[in-house]
């Protein structure tokens, strides 16, 4: 195959893959980096690069998981509230090797959107790494996400645009 043949075999295989589908595996460090790097070479107006990634593995990731229950538990009306699903919360980000959050800081050179723009482009890349290493990933953007500020220390002028899940893939028959 050639590059262009390559890439597009990269882009129609590129999807969402959930942590219940992921393995025990570890992903290989090499490869978390290269999928993090990755990031940066997104197109970005100015060269903000507004994107902000923090890898949250082992021990960080489990305090990740019970702050996200904790948020639910706190900002959910107790006749909404659902036992299964505060658990779940911290189930599903222990199933996953590596979560990263991803936000955006906003540098007021540019409109707030072209800044969001190019950190999904920025995830996209990331998106095609781990389709290209076999690592199973998907962007989530719980309601909670808008609360994560203080845990992740963020900046008045940063926002918390979601959750991106990473854990090597079973594998498909």
């Known amino acids: 195959m050639n590059q262009?043949?390559?890439?597009?075999?990269?882009i129609q295989s590129r999807k969402s893959t959930f942590p219940k589908d992921y393995t025990s595996d570890e992903i290989p460090q090499p490869v978390l980096e290269e999928i993090t790097s990755s990031a940066h070479f997104a197109p970005n107006h100015k060269k903000t690069k507004p994107w902000r990634l923090r890898v949250f593995k082992g021990l960080e990731k489990t305090e990740l998981g019970e702050q996200l229950a904790q948020i639910y538990k706190e900002t959910t009306p107790p006749e909404v509230f659902l036992e299964k699903k505060y658990f779940d919360i911290a189930a599903?980000?222990?199933?996953?090797?590596?979560?990263?959050?991803?936000?955006v800081n906003f540098s007021g050179l540019l409109p707030e959107w072209e800044e969001v723009a190019a950190t999904a482009m920025a995830v996209q890349n990331m998106y095609l790494t781990c389709t290209?290493?076999?690592?199973?990933c998907y962007w989530s953007t719980p309601?909670?996400?808008k609360h994560l500020d203080r845990f992740l220390g963020l900046e008045e002028n940063q926002k918390c645009y979601g959750l991106?899940?990473?854990?090597?893939?079973k594998n498909e028959d």
């Open 4 to 10: 262009a043949e390559i890439l597009k075999h990269i």
């Open 92 to 103: 599903k980000i222990s199933k996953a090797n590596a979560v990263i959050t991803i936000s």
């Open 143 to 145: 309601g909670m996400m």
């Open 164 to 169: 991106f899940y990473l854990g090597m893939k």
């Open 132 to 136: 290209a290493n076999n690592v199973g």
